[in-house]
């Protein structure tokens, strides 16, 4: 078919191209979602390895994973990153950190972040276990 200068497209070719492109976006989009998962996740794993590092070179310097004086634990270079908040499991060392050496750090995710079932902890070995909440039960791998 021919067209001549000031014609456009039909309402059914329109039609067809929005089709299309509707049904390549249903296909990005879960995609695109999981891809920011995992470097959501891969973000805090760092985070928690800089924060291991920082508590082993403590460790070095000290023979201790917690601060002298009031029994606490040393301030962490990181806190959080863009989806998840970071912390030592405990609020303080207690007889058995002290006892075994160990720590748990943990990053949990923040609301509304779209991770609020996962938890990751990191262990005085350099362990990280992936952990998700599932009907109250912490099922965790690592």
Known sequence: MKRGLGQGFSLMELAGCMAILAILLALAVPSYRQYLQRARMEE???ALMENGHFMQRWYQLRGVYHQEGPLSWPPLPVLETGA?????SSAGPSS???DQASFIIEARAKTGSGLEEWLLKLDQDGNIRQCRQE???ENCRL
Not at 84 to 88: D, H, L, N, P, Q
């Open 96 to 98: 058995d950190n002290i």
């Open 44 to 46: 805090a794993r760092a």
């Open 135 to 137: 009907d109250g039960v």
């Open 84 to 88: 998840f908040v970071i912390g030592f």
